[in-house]
C-alpha cells in the first residue's frame, strides 16, 4: 500500500489556505492514501483553524516563527513517523497548480527517482522581476555546480520525495531549505530528477522576497554558504592558490633584481609577496581543514539517518 503525504509549510495563510486546500486530490493513481499536513509556523491569525475547516488531516502547530526550512524539515519529520511512503511539498499560497501533482510523482512509481523537483516556467511567470528571475537563475546554477544534478528550476519549493531521501535531509540553513537540500541529494548520489510543473495566479506578494535588495542579500549569503558547507576546499583553496601565484610574480621579480645587485630598491615587492603568499597558504590550510570537517559532517548525516531509520520502525511496530 502507499501511503501519500502532502505537506504545506504556512505562516499566516488564512486567506489563501483555503484555495491551496480545495485544489489538492484525495485520490491521485498508483497512491492508496492521500492525507494532507499543516506545518503552522507559528501564524497569528486563523491558519489552523481554515486548516481543520478544510477537513486537514495533520497540524503541526509551533508557538512562534521559526522560519520556512525549519517547517519543512519538522514536516518531514512528522510525515516520516505517520508512515508516508511519498512526501509531497507545496506552497499555502497556491503558486503551484494542483493538477501537476500526478506528473510529479510519476518517476518516484516508477523507481527511476528518489527526489523530483516541479520546474516552472520562470520566463512567463508575469509578477517575477526581472531581478529575481536572473537570481532563480543563479541560484539554480550553484545548485548544478556544487550538486552536480540537472535541476534547471532549484529555488521550486514544489517537489516529491521518497521516505528513505526525507530520511537522509539535513536542513542547516533558516531563510530557505530548497538550494540546501537538493545540494545535499546530489552529494549523497540520490535519484533527483524534475517535471514541468504550471503555476497559478499570483494570490499574494512573496513572502520571502519581502523587497528586492533584501531578497539579493540573503540569496547571495545563502549561496555563499552553500559553497563554503558543501565545497569548502574549492571554497577556501581557489583563491588561496590565485593569491600564491600573485605573490610569485613580485618575488620573482625581486630576486631577479636582487641577483643583479638591485635589490636594495625592492623592498615594497617582497612585502606585497610575502603577504599574498601567506595569506594564500593560510587559506589553503584552511581549506583542508574545512573539508575534514564537512567528511565529519557527512558521518554524522549518516548517523542521524540510522536512528530516523530506527525511531520510523520503532513507530510502525508499536502501531502494528
Known amino acids: 500500500m502507499h501511503k501519500l503525504i502532502i505537506q504545506i509549510p504556512c505562516y499566516n495563510e488564512e486567506e489563501t489556505l483555503g484555495v491551496t486546500l480545495d485544489a489538492l486530490p484525495r485520490t491521485l493513481p498508483g497512491i ?11 501564524s497569528r491569525d486563523r491558519t489552523s483553524e481554515v486548516a481543520r ?12 516563527n521559526r522560519g520556512l526550512a525549519r517547517a ?5 519529520d512528522y510525515c516520516i ?23 510529479l ?42 550538486s552536480q544534478t540537472r535541476i534547471p528550476d532549484a529555488p521550486s519549493g514544489f517537489r516529491a520525495m ?12 533558516d531563510y530557505t531549505y530548497t538550494l540546501e537540500t537538493i545540494i545535499q541529494a546530489g552529494r549523497k ?3 533527483v530528477t524534475s517535471v514541468p510543473v504550471r503555476v497559478n495566479e499570483n494570490l499574494r506578494p512573496s513572502r520571502l522576497v519581502r523587497s528586492i535588495p533584501s531578497y539579493l542579500r540573503r540569496s547571495l549569503f545563502t549561496i555563499v554558504r552553500i559553497f563554503m558547507t558543501y565545497r569548502p576546499f574549492r571554497f577556501f583553496a581557489i583563491p588561496g ?42 587559506l589553503c590550510v584552511v581549506g583542508l581543514l574545512a573539508d575534514l570537517i564537512g567528511v565529519n559532517r557527512m558521518l554524522l548525516e549518516d548517523i542521524r539517518w540510522r536512528l530516523r531509520d530506527l525511531e520510523y520502525r520503532d513507530h510502525r511496530t508499536k502501531q502494528d
Not at 53 to 64: L, M, N, P, Q, W
Open 53 to 64: 475547516e478544510h477537513g486537514v488531516d495533520h497540524i503541526v502547530r509551533f508557538k512562534s
Open 162 to 173: 521518497t521516505r528513505e531521501a526525507a530520511m537522509r535531509m539535513n536542513c542547516f540553513n
Open 32 to 42: 492508496d492514501v492521500v492525507e494532507f499536513l499543516i506545518i503552522d509556523d507559528g
Open 241 to 282: 592558490a590565485i593569491l600564491f601565484l600573485i605573490g610569485l610574480i613580485p618575488s620573482v621579480r625581486f630576486l631577479y633584481f636582487y641577483c643583479n645587485g638591485f635589490g636594495a630598491g625592492h623592498m615594497q615587492s617582497l612585502l606585497f609577496a610575502a603577504l599574498c603568499i601567506g595569506l594564500g597558504a593560510v
Open 72 to 76: 519543512f524539515m519538522e514536516g518531514l
Open 189 to 191: 548520489s540520490m535519484a
Open 105 to 146: 510523482i510519476a518517476p518516484l512509481l516508477r523507481g527511476e527517482a528518489e527526489i523530483v523537483i516541479g520546474e516552472r516556467p520562470i520566463n512567463r511567470i508575469q509578477h517575477f522581476s526581472t531581478t529575481k528571475k536572473l537570481l532563480q537563475r543563479a541560484g539554480s546554477w550553484v545548485v548544478r555546480v556544487a
Open 81 to 103: 513517523k505517520q508512515g508516508a511512503d511519498i512526501i509531497v511539498n507545496t506552497d499555502a499560497d497556491n503558486q503551484y497548480d494542483a493538477g501537476d501533482i500526478p506528473a
